[in-house]
Every structure is written in structure tokens, then in C-alpha cells.
């Protein structure tokens, strides 16, 4: 399925972008307490920045959002060496979720990388 305006080709598991490639580590997610609700999706593609989103059921799990990443250097990709943080809020359609949402910036353009999800204090 291709989206001109979005740039962004959804292919099995991973997203291509016309920028950047990032491909979604299916075993490394949250921790067990907060079972995903949403696997994680890519939104607002730029050449150099990318917004993950993803959904948890606990209520009670942290609301430390993270998503840690690294650039493929194939064939030996470099470990997620980097972190960026971001938000969690609680949906007004379902009270019982928490919709995570995390930016990365600073990306650098026809690069691939791979990222898990998780939250600062969990382990992942």
C-alpha cells in the first residue's frame, strides 16, 4: 500500500520511508506488566525526524515513554545506542489504555535503523 503524501510504504513488519528505514524489533516491547494494546506505528515522516506510537493496557505502569534506537550497519547493526523520550497520555475513547508517543530527531536521511518501545524505569 503506498501513500505519496506520507512518503512511506508499509511492507510486512517494516516501514520504508523515502528518508529513513526503520524496521520494528517484533521481540524487544514493553515489559510484561503493560501487555501492547497497538504495536507500535510510524507517524509524521521527515527526512530526519520520525514519531512512534504505541498502546499499553496498565493504568498503572509508568508514564516514562522511551524508545531506543541505532542504525543498521549491515551486516552488523549497531546496537540501540541511543534513547529518545516522550509522552503518554490517557485516551478519552478508552480510559482504560495508555496511548504512548515518542519523536525521534535528528535522524539522518536513506539510513536504516531499528528501534524497540518500552518506558525509562521498566525492564526491556
Known sequence: MKHTLASWTRVGQSVVLVSCL?????G???PAFAALVRQPYLQLPTPT???IIWR???L??????RVQYGVDNSPNPSPLNQTAIGTTSIP???AAVKDRLVEITGLTPNTKYFYNVGIMTGDV
Do not use: Y
Open 22 to 26: 526503520l524496521v520494528v524489533l517484533l
Open 28 to 30: 524487544a516491547a514493553v
Open 49 to 51: 525526524s520520525i514519531t
Open 56 to 58: 499499553t493496557d496498565d
Open 60 to 65: 498503572a505502569s509508568p508514564d516514562d515513554s
Open 92 to 94: 478519552e475513547s478508552n
